[in-house]
């Protein structure tokens, strides 16, 4: 398929700036492969859409202050992006300047803070820094936080809240799994006294989600790889209901990609890993029944993964249906619930 397959027509004026005034406010558009059937519906009202014994999967990241501003020894300015932390002195980051910085040369940061380039690793910088604190810290100190760049204001104290998710656990991703921010206290435990299962992965988000696609056939197109944590009793909650008839609901793509990534590398059982499986029209999957998500950015690789578990066609018109009815897109936009396609509907 072609990356125009995936295009469509956004008005700007539906690209959400901020979020709803409480999270369970936003619209949900529900779709449904087995009929061809779109039905509008509000957040709040996702409970009626479970029954005791189905599961809901939620990635408990939590989103780091991964900007940094700072100079080079030369004196050239810089942005540094962290997107992935390996250990307590070294992280990958993206580097905005006006030349990039070479191994050996040493990156000014905040307050005396300085980081050493290592090297390159993929399209990130290797750094380390060279002061006793350790990345989490400086950056819970000294970042801000990394909204998505269709955002246009910079961020607040609004955002530091909203863009977090209310379960957001284990620190280390640089952007929202925005599916999870929907959710409050107040519905999740809704959903736990009408007896749903609710189970946790963990997948940080890299910088690489908003990494547009540069190639004609999607085909050709390299994934960026993130980080997750699959545990002991998601893996064995989620079996034990399958077993039983009882339906798997992701939230959001991380946990999708989570889950069907351990499932076709036949990895049902806990542990760490690393994915950059690419879900397009043709997919098969394996463990995830229904999707809640956002709506996507046009010829991103998250519209092409929705295409492939609702179906293209569906999809397409469901779309058409959002921007038609005025529903709110992207990270503080509405949401969808999608119930999977046959594998043959889906392609």
């Known amino acids: ?48 859409a479970f029954e005791a014994g189905d599961v809901l999967v939620l990635n408990d990241t939590k989103v780091i202050k991964a900007r940094l501003f700072g100079t080079k020894e030369t004196g050239g300015q810089i942005e540094v992006m962290i997107d992935r932390v390996l250990d307590s002195h070294q992280a990958y980051a993206q580097i905005k300047a006006s030349r990039s910085p070479k191994a050996g040369s040493i990156l000014l940061l905040t307050e005396g803070l300085r980081a050493e380039v290592l090297g390159r690793h993929a399209n990130m910088f290797h750094l380390k820094l060279l002061n006793e604190i350790d990345w989490f810290t400086l950056l819970e100190r000294h970042g801000q936080l990394p909204l998505p760049p269709y ?24 952007a929202a799994p925005t599916a999870g921010l929907h959710f409050d206290q107040a519905i999740m435990q809704m959903l736990a006294d009408k007896g749903v299962q609710i189970v946790y992965v963990t997948l940080h988000v890299g910088a690489g989600t908003f990494q547009p696609v540069k190639v004609d056939n999607i085909a050709d197109h390299h994934m960026h790889s993130e980080v997750y944590h699959l545990p002991e009793h998601t893996i064995q909650t989620i079996l034990e209901a399958r077993s039983s008839g009882k339906r798997i609901t992701a939230v959001g793509t991380t946990s999708l990609r989570t889950l069907e ?36 950015l046009p ?14 066609a569906l999809l397409r018109q469901a779309y058409a249906h959002a921007v038609a009815q005025s529903y709110r897109f992207f990270s503080y936009g509405d949401a969808m619930l999608i119930t999977r396609a046959s594998h043959q509907d889906a392609q």
């Open 151 to 174: 955002i246009e204001h910079q961020a607040d104290t609004e955002d530091d809240s909203r863009y977090q998710t209310v379960f957001a656990k284990h620190a280390g991703a640089v």
């Open 1 to 48: 398929m072609r990356i125009q397959d995936f295009d469509f027509d956004l008005p700007p004026h539906l690209i959400a700036q901020h979020p709803a005034a409480h999270r369970t406010d936003s619209r949900l558009l529900r779709v449904e492969a087995s009929n061809n059937a779109l039905s509008d519906a509000m957040f709040k009202d996702i409970v009626d």
């Open 299 to 312: 010829k991103s690789t998250l519209m092409m993964l929705v295409s492939a578990f609702g179906g293209y």
């Open 261 to 296: 990534s351990a499932a076709h590398a036949n990895k049902l059982f806990a542990h760490h890993g690393e994915t950059d499986i690419f879900i397009t029209p043709g997919f098969e999957f394996k463990l995830v029944d229904r999707l809640i998500t956002n709506f996507h």
